[in-house]
């Protein structure tokens, strides 16, 4: 049932060329512009549900844009697995983390981008599908649709179960399960909409999205709120304002977080024979001098003194 096309078919010369092809071919005409050209790579995995397609993508970082309207009026909805995706249409950005969906629709210009490695199944449908069930589309594409809970939650497990599944299913059921997931879709799409966030909701949110992104990140040495604000595509001071009321800055809260990371480790008997110079690595310190002086900064004392006095003490 499945049909796989992967760049790994073609020589590494002739990747980039074969990817646009296959994209294309696949969903609608794109241009697509590599973030890196070197060792790039993709695959797409294709399955039909009847008069619904379901595909899951995975490629190296790349910009794709949609100039015009397509020939074929689909709409696809994009559910993020792994990486960050940006949907861009109708002068809105979604910004999808694992989990998160949006939609986008091919009769009108629209743009994804992904700074690095990602992974999303993406489901395609006629455009008619949502008109029939009165889901305004204009007014919907490039909202994200948050999957951690309520139906965006349901929405996102539905589509992964039958991407997981997609081998498994008679014909027939193929056909309905393909119909039920554009209708589950749309309840999705039409709440969105129907129940807007407010603008304190949508900042508690956000500040969370990051301090989860912090928490995922901690290891990179580049990790600062500039790199955090390039991975969700918008502005330093955008992400500094978020956190303008907090007790302190997200610079410091990156730090604190990196310290309570470093004592659970220096405190952990069964990490006594990694050496700090290791730690510090782990934390995204370039050095175990750098770490020391951050660390006695923050706790009065080196990394040393308070492996040595033991959790008690140290407490």
Known sequence: MSELLT?????????????????????????????????????????????????????????????????????????????????????????????????????????LAFDDDFSQIVLQFPRAALVDRNVHIESTVARTCFGGQGIGAVTASFVRSLADHDTEIPDVQRDRLGEQVVDVAATSLSAVIGALP????????NRQRILDFVDHHLS?????????AASFGVSARTVQKLFADEPA?????????????????LEDPLRRHQTITRIAHELGYGSSAHFSRVFRSANGCSPTEFREKGPGDAA
Not at 72 to 93: F, K, N
Not at 198 to 205: I, N, P
């Open 198 to 205: 407010t603008a304190e909701s949508v900042r508690v949110f």
């Open 249 to 265: 800055p997200l610079s410091i809260r990156i730090r604190d977080a990196r310290m309570a990371r470093a004592r659970r480790a």
């Open 7 to 111: 760049t790994e078919s073609v020589s590494p010369a002739d990747r980039l060329d074969y990817w646009r092809e296959v994209i294309c071919a696949v969903y609608v005409q794109l241009d697509v512009e590599p973030v890196v050209r070197e060792d790039f790579g993709g695959s797409v995995s294709l399955t039909p549900w009847g008069g619904t397609r379901i595909s899951q993508v995975g490629s190296r970082g790349q910009i794709v844009n949609r100039s015009g309207g397509a020939a074929r009026e689909d709409c696809l909805i994009s559910l993020q697995i792994s990486g960050i995706g940006r949907v861009t249409q109708a002068g809105r950005t979604a910004i999808l983390q694992p989990g998160d969906f949006a939609l986008y629709d091919t009769t009108k210009p629209y743009e």
């Open 220 to 228: 990179d040495p580049n990790l600062s709120v500039g790199s955090i």
